[in-house]
Nanobody
Framework: QVQLVESGGEWVQPGGSLRLSCAAT???????MAWYRQAPGKERELVAS???????NYADSVKGRFTISRDNAKKTVALQMNSLKPEDTAIYYC???????????WGQGTQVTVSS
């Protein structure tokens, strides 16, 4: 059974930093790892993704502030978030997709709140 567990979400003041982590079990041959977020009243959106080879993609709203990284051996993905803004407040979800499979596995989400 595939399980993704996120951690690191919490309250932080604007301008602060957080590091989210996600660890996977029960999954092999991971092609893409990604972070999504969903703010209250808004649709879920892609924040950042990273391929097995390390190619990254970022939403325009987080470019230059967020950095996604992964450890293939440990099956983990991290999201370093700097210069946080109130509009970054959301539940952040980690996802992973295997090669040759359309299925996307999701974690349970971790809450990030940016406010003064």
């Amino acid at each position: 059974q595939v399980q993704l567990v996120e951690s690191g979400g919490e309250w932080v003041q604007p301008g602060g930093s957080l590091r989210l982590s996600c660890a996977a079990t029960g999954i092999i041959n991971i092609q893409t790892m990604a972070w999504y977020r969903q703010a209250p009243g808004k649709e879920r959106e892609l924040v950042a993704s990273i391929s097995q080879g390390g190619s990254t993609n970022y939403a325009d709203s987080v470019k230059g502030r967020f950095t996604i990284s992964r450890d293939n051996a440990k099956k983990t993905v991290a999201l370093q978030m700097n210069s946080l803004k109130p509009e970054d407040t959301a539940i952040y979800y980690c996802t992973m997709k295997r090669y040759f499979s359309p299925a996307n596995y999701w974690g349970q989400g971790t809450q990030v709140t940016v406010s003064s």
